[in-house]
């Protein structure tokens, strides 16, 4: 069985609760071959079906293989304006 895969997740707003550990960017493992779907599984995140995803700096799906040292940002949709 592969090693799992140390990924970094910069959860926004109430979102860092799903995420052990403290601070903006928290590290947190994968099973090898993860995506970012089965991160939010794993952490229990899924239950939030309207997320913006992010993958290194970039726009992300839920079905994006993850790689040791990634990072994934989660943002929950915003609302309002003038």
């Known amino acids: 069985m592969p090693p799992p895969l140390r ?13 052990p550990g403290t601070g903006a960017v928290r590290e947190v493992d ?11 599984e794993r952490y229990g995140v899924d239950a939030e079906p309207r997320l913006t995803l992010g993958l290194n700096g970039e726009l992300a799906d839920r079905n994006a293989a993850l790689a040791a040292g990634d990072l994934v940002d989660i943002l929950v949709p915003m609302t309002g304006g003038a």
């Open 30 to 40: 994968v099973p090898a071959g993860a995506t970012v779907q089965d991160l939010l």
């Open 7 to 19: 990924v970094r997740v910069r959860p926004y707003a109430d979102l860092a609760r799903y995420f």
